[in-house]
Structure formats: structure tokens, C-alpha cells
Nanobody, 126 residues
Framework: QVQLVESGGGLVQAGGSLRLSCAAS????????MGWFRQAPGKEREFVAA????????YYRDSVKGRFTISRDNAKNTVYLQMNSLKPEDTAVYYC???????????????????WGQGTQVTVSS
């Protein structure tokens, strides 16, 4: 069992930066692929970024490549999402998720994840 708690969201102007954190409890964190998803008002939840439990593989949606960076610190049971050059269209509730899988597994679909956090709001003003 893995419990996830996101933090770090807030209000920022376009072009600014935020770093989201996702603290995990449970002994299986170091063997869990981790992902970030987001859901904007009136839209479906979408994939943002993911990292394998080994840390060797990462994957990003095209619209955030070069601006967002996912990282993890297994010693702290925490995964991060560094978001730079934020745009108003990045406004959403951001969720972290954990998944079991092989060392190099990187999931991009919601059903590939077993555990979800409660979400943290990110609002980017123009």
C-alpha cells in the first residue's frame, strides 16, 4: 500500500516556476514507477510526466517537454515536478500517482497506476 500527499501548488504568473512534491508512505515506494497527471476545469485528467522506479526512464507529454522535470529521491520517499516557464494553460489540479512495474516501466495511462494523491491546485495567471 502506498499513500501519496502532494504539495507545492499555488498561484504564479505566466513565466514563473513552481516545484510540486509528492510524499509517499509505504515500503514499496522505491519499487514504484511515479507519474504526474493534471486535470483542468471541464477537461479530462491527462498525463504530464513519469519516471520509472529505477530512475532510468522518464517520459513527458509534448507540451511540457523542456519546461517540466520529474525527479525522485527514494531516500525521502518523494517525487518532484519542477515546472518552469509556466503558461496559463498549465492551470490544473496536479495529481501524483504510483505504479508497480518492472525496473524500466514508465506508465502514461491512468489505469497503469494503482495509487493516487488528492491533488494540488496550480493556477497560472496571464
Amino acid at each position: 500500500q502506498v499513500q501519496l500527499v502532494e504539495s507545492g501548488g499555488g498561484l504564479v504568473q505566466a513565466g514563473g516556476s513552481l516545484r510540486l512534491s509528492c510524499a509517499a508512505s509505504g515500503r514499496t515506494f522505491s519499487r514504484s514507477a511515479m507519474g504526474w497527471f493534471r486535470q483542468a476545469p471541464g477537461k479530462e485528467r491527462e498525463f504530464v510526466a513519469a519516471m520509472s522506479w529505477s530512475g532510468d526512464n522518464t517520459y513527458y507529454r509534448d507540451s511540457v517537454k523542456g519546461r517540466f522535470t520529474i525527479s525522485r529521491d527514494n531516500a525521502k520517499n518523494t517525487v518532484y515536478l519542477q515546472m518552469n516557464s509556466l503558461k496559463p494553460e498549465d492551470t490544473a489540479v496536479y495529481y501524483c500517482a504510483a505504479s508497480s512495474g518492472a525496473a524500466g516501466f514508465v506508465g502514461v495511462l491512468e489505469f497503469e497506476y494503482d495509487y493516487w494523491g488528492q491533488g494540488t491546485q496550480v493556477t497560472v495567471s496571464s
